[in-house]
């Protein structure tokens, strides 16, 4: 027996020899003969290390009645020892190389050491550079349909002041509604990480004429400078078919405390994993932590084929991502995550140079509850990324946590509409109002003297979700705050609107004060394939109830000829919009290739005038909407 074991260790060390002369073999033929003879010493001494080990033979015990002699090593053992020193030295086993390959986590992956020599790399450690490439595919069919009775097939006035009339038509299109593709990877070391992400369609993206908004309900804004009809969507005429646009592009360096490292801190106990909490610091054009569909799992990931009324209402980018900088934490084995930004404000694909200098402050946290301990990868499968029960959580798993979007504004007077213009009310006309197109001023006065030049919102977010063996069910909640609102120094801050009847009144300043929900939830006929869902979002709020109680009493107001009204409960009745919705995924391989179809229907008239465009729901507008998308992606 120790004979054969003998014979094999020393196959093992001819083995091994033939293999570090055959690596020095292929050097570079740029190594200077100094480095070419340390590595081949270095390479020597370990090969005696190696002899001498084996020629040590067996260790034989002392005493008459010692067992019979075995050998001190076996194979397993040499390879345990080895795959220890590996572990432990990472590097030391294979020199710097390339690697590349796919796998569903990352994409395709290209990675590499510094100035790579050699090929492959076979250790435990992370290589520093890598970059990793990944794209989408969403190929969609929508078809809306109003459901008042007015006939939508032809260009109608909505008020009786002309020129500012709105065409509002049904809708049925294919659309290539998303084609992404993105890189992103590490640099220099594993921690310093970046994200770039293109992002086309045949939607197109809208624009702006002047930094001023095209109105789509209300009367004309007398501190813009547009004369001609308008239309019912942010930059009308101003529109780029078949856009590709920067979706995403920002860079984070993260932070490991000491625990994390070999060596620092005490060992863990047997059957215990040692856990460090990262810390990390990141800028650029990036996703705000608003809305927890829209943060978590993304228009890739959803349970619908898109985001809720309610959802669309309040978030804080229209889903267009904008620039911020900050920090992120992931602790308490990861169940915990919070993150916090310094933005532009009230963002939305706009250039900088058409938004005012002050900043925003974005910050949302949650924690994972339950969840399943995964031994082969020894951590806790918690939340994930989707809000669909796709794993099948054989344990339940709760998440819940909160956000805050704070968006300070300065005047329209200097910065223009851009920002302003992101704040839809409650009781919109067809195609949505902009708060800045209810507190319009009057056509009386100095142009603009009189509307609101700039306000601040504030908008708060809480949820909870969950999954259990393939159920799902998530329940979301916002309240938005506008407040401190102000006209230009010449207005003296008499904030004046028109009422439907077309009658001059003045804004008592105070808080409008608007509310939503969101309850969406799914259950897997077939677990990981069939799924059905269904969802109820609801918006109620006093931001557009221009008429109150219907009675008045009239002031006189300085700059304007004329009596004024005050309507009494202006401003302080709750308008309510619902939507209902239900659907079917089919999920060939998760989230990388599903098929999706939902029916949504639509009361109240929709206020969400930010998620018009990419949702399909005309805002504004009673109607059903038909929705069916095939995803690809990698």
């Not at 300070?408 to 992101?422: F, H, I, N, V």
């Not at 006093?542 to 109680?549: A, K, Q, R, T, Y």
Request: proline share 6%; net charge negative.
């Amino acid at each position: 027996m120790w004979g054969n074991w003998l014979k094999g260790m020393r196959r093992y060390a001819a083995f091994t020899c033939a293999m570090l002369l055959a690596a020095a073999g292929v050097s570079r033929a740029g190594d200077s003969d100094a480095e070419l003879r340390a590595m081949i010493e270095e390479q020597g001494r370990q090969i005696q290390a190696l002899k001498k080990q084996l020629e040590q033979g067996p260790v034989t015990p002392v005493g008459a009645d010692a067992p019979a002699a075995k050998p001190a090593l076996d194979e397993n053992a040499v390879k345990n020892i080895v795959g220890s020193y590996l572990h432990d030295n990472p590097g030391a086993g294979m020199p710097a190389g390339v690697q590349t390959g796919y796998a569903p986590t990352t994409g395709f992956v290209i990675r590499s050491a510094p100035d790579p020599k050699y090929v492959n790399w076979d250790d435990d450690c992370k290589v520093p550079f890598e970059l990793r490439i990944r794209g989408r595919i969403q190929l969609d069919y929508y078809n809306y349909r109003v459901t008042d009775p007015r006939d939508h097939r032809v260009f109608q006035p909505l008020f009786p002041k002309p020129g500012s009339g709105v065409g509002v038509a049904q809708f049925s299109q294919e659309e290539i509604k998303r084609m992404r593709i993105n890189f992103g990877g590490t640099v220099f070391t594993p921690d310093l990480r970046y994200f770039i992400e293109l992002d086309g369609n045949t939607r197109g993206l809208g624009g702006f004429q002047n930094n001023k908004v095209f109105q789509t309900a209300g009367a004309v804004n007398p501190a813009g400078n547009i004369t001609s009809p308008n239309n019912t969507l942010i930059g009308a005429g101003v529109t780029v078919d078949h856009a590709v646009r920067l979706f995403q592009a920002w860079m984070a360096y993260d932070f490991h405390p000491c625990g994390a490292e070999k060596g620092c801190g005490p060992d863990c106990p047997d059957g215990t994993v040692k856990y460090a909490p990262t810390f990390t610091l990141l800028g650029g054009k990036l996703k705000p932590f608003f809305c927890l569909d829209e943060f978590v799992g993304g228009s890739a990931r959803n349970q619908f084929i898109d985001y809720s009324m309610a959802d669309w209402m309040f978030n804080a980018d229209d889903d267009n991502l904008l620039m911020g900088a900050g920090y992120q934490i992931k602790a308490m084995d990861d169940r915990f995550f919070m993150q916090g930004l310094i933005t532009n404000g009230s963002e939305s694909q706009f250039p900088n140079t058409q938004m005012d200098e002050y900043p925003g402050l974005n910050i949302g946290w949650w924690y994972d509850f339950g969840g399943n301990w995964n031994d082969a990868k020894k951590k806790w499968d918690l939340y994930g990324d989707t809000g669909a029960d796709l794993d099948y959580s054989c344990n339940p798993v709760v998440r819940v946590g909160s956000a805050i979007n704070f968006v300070p504004m300065d005047r329209r007077s200097l910065y223009g509409d851009l920002e302003q213009s992101r704040f839809f009310v409650t009781n919109p006309g067809p195609g949505g109002t902009r708060l800045i197109n209810v507190f319009n001023g009057d056509t009386s006065s100095p142009a603009g003297s009189h509307a609101v030049d700039y306000f601040d919102a504030y908008t708060f977010d809480v949820f909870a979700s969950g999954k259990w063996r393939g159920f799902s069910l998530t329940n979301e909640w916002w309240c938005r705050d506008l407040n401190d609102f102000h006209t230009t120094p010449s207005g003296r801050n008499f904030i004046v609107y028109q009422d439907t009847g077309g009658h001059n009144s003045l804004f008592e300043r105070h808080a409008l004060l608007d509310y939503g929900m969101q309850l969406e939830g799914g259950y897997f006929i077939i677990p990981k394939k069939l799924e059905v869902v269904a969802r109820w979002s609801w918006i109620s709020g006093d931001s557009g109830d221009v008429n109150g109680n219907g009675t008045f009493h009239t002031v006189t107001v300085p700059g304007i000829t004329g009596p004024v009204r005050v309507i009494n409960g202006a401003f302080h009745n709750n308008h309510e919009a619902d939507e209902y919705a239900i659907g079917v995924n089919y999920y060939f391989k998760g989230h990388f290739l599903k098929w999706q179809t939902d029916l949504g229907w639509y009361r109240g008239s929709n206020p969400a005038g930010g998620g018009a465009s990419p949702d399909g729901f005309i805002t504004g507008q009673d109607g059903w909407m038909l929705r069916t998308q095939l995803q690809l992606a990698f």
